[in-house]
């Protein structure tokens, strides 16, 4: 689990489901659409993860779930590390 900050005016905070990370970028399930090209604040308090993010796509699943791109602006290899663990 992971909460994404949209940095936009909207300001929503959301919780979302990753479903791949790496040091360098992760893919999330979430009940929102992110507009690509979009920055947001990515935090994991489980692995002390806290990254700017950018959107790099966002595809809907089902009717209410979209999978999106992100794209870390620094490297996390914290995250990346406790990925390659599960």
Same mark, same amino acid.
């Given at each position: ?41 990515? !935090?994991?308090?489980?692995? %002390?993860?806290?990254?700017?993010? *950018? #959107?790099?796509?966002?595809? @809907?699943?089902? $009717? !209410?779930?979209?999978?999106? %791109?992100?794209?870390?602006?620094? *490297? #996390?290899?914290?995250?990346? @590390?406790?990925? $390659?663990?599960?």
């Amino acid at each position: 689990m992971v909460e994404v900050l949209r940095l936009d005016e909207s300001g929503i905070n959301q919780k979302a489901v990753t479903e791949n990370v790496s040091p360098l970028g992760a893919r999330i399930v979430t009940d929102w659409i992110y507009v690509p090209g979009k920055h947001v604040l990515v !935090t994991s308090p489980q692995e %002390g993860v806290k990254s700017l993010a *950018r #959107v790099v796509y966002c595809r @809907r699943l089902e $009717s !209410t779930k979209f999978a999106v %791109g992100l794209q870390l602006e620094g *490297r #996390v290899e914290e995250w990346g @590390r406790s990925a $390659s663990r599960e």
